[in-house]
């Protein structure tokens, strides 16, 4: 399985756009990456994934390198509903739907 | 609006003593998990359905069990907890993967349930 590395925490300031990286560099080339959050005492929840190419939907950006070997979830204008840890995970095989959680970051954002 | 409901939000057990949790969804999913989620740690997986396809992880302590009597709903059943296992218990569902012309199937976005607190005493 794909192992993922996250920083342990980063701060941002409210309004300004929050930048996570994460570095997943056993990845193969039919492993989705994807990107869930979990505010504190809630499930968590789905933000966005992708394979090769960038993705934008409503919550946020995900910057997948050519070599795929790290990506970067952007949250383009964080508030402090945003605060919450961040998972960065990749997706066991090719035929499941299995979801293997790493450690995450906390992002604190700050008025 | 369609979602994954966990009851109850709170449980408390006495150590030992069998307790059951549920799960249920208005999705329509056909597939659904049970995760653990220790303080301050990421949530572990300890099963899954697909559709009535029991998957157990490899590392799931045989004290806990499942069962999904039909698609809508999913209990988890710990024969007898310990202090260990205290937790979190996270309910989540998905589709099925999505075949892609490449032959890796795209999956599909989990969604999660809040969770039911478990107090072993």
């Known amino acids: 399985d794909a192992k993922t590395t996250q920083p342990p925490s980063m701060d941002c300031a409210e309004g300004r756009a929050a930048n996570l990286p994460c570095n997943h560099s056993t990845i193969s080339g039919n492993e989705y990456v994807y990107w869930y959050r979990q505010i504190h005492s809630q499930g968590p929840q789905y933000i966005i994934h992708?394979?090769?190419n960038n993705e934008t939907n409503e919550m946020a950006s995900l910057i997948i390198t050519e070599d795929r070997k790290s990506s970067t979830l952007i949250l383009p204008h964080a508030t402090l509903r945003d605060t919450a840890v961040y998972y960065c995970i990749v997706r066991v095989g090719v035929t499941t739907n299995k979801l293997i959680f790493g450690t995450g970051t906390l992002l604190a954002v700050q008025p | 609006d369609a979602m994954v409901i966990q009851n109850p939000r709170y449980q408390v057990t006495q150590f030992g003593k069998p307790v059951t949790l549920s799960c249920s969804q208005t999705l329509n999913h056909n597939v659904m998990y049970w995760y653990q989620q220790k303080s301050s740690q990421a949530p572990k997986l300890l099963f899954h359905y697909y559709d009535k396809d029991f998957n157990n992880e490899a590392d799931t302590p045989d004290n806990f069990q499942s069962r999904r009597p039909n698609t809508s709903f999913c209990f988890l059943d710990i024969r007898s907890p310990g202090l260990g296992d205290a937790a979190m218990y996270l309910c989540a569902t998905s589709r099925d993967p999505i075949p892609t012309s490449g032959g890796a199937k795209r999956g599909n976005e989990q969604f999660f349930g809040p969770g039911t607190r478990l107090t072993v005493l």
């Open positions: 992708g394979l090769k």
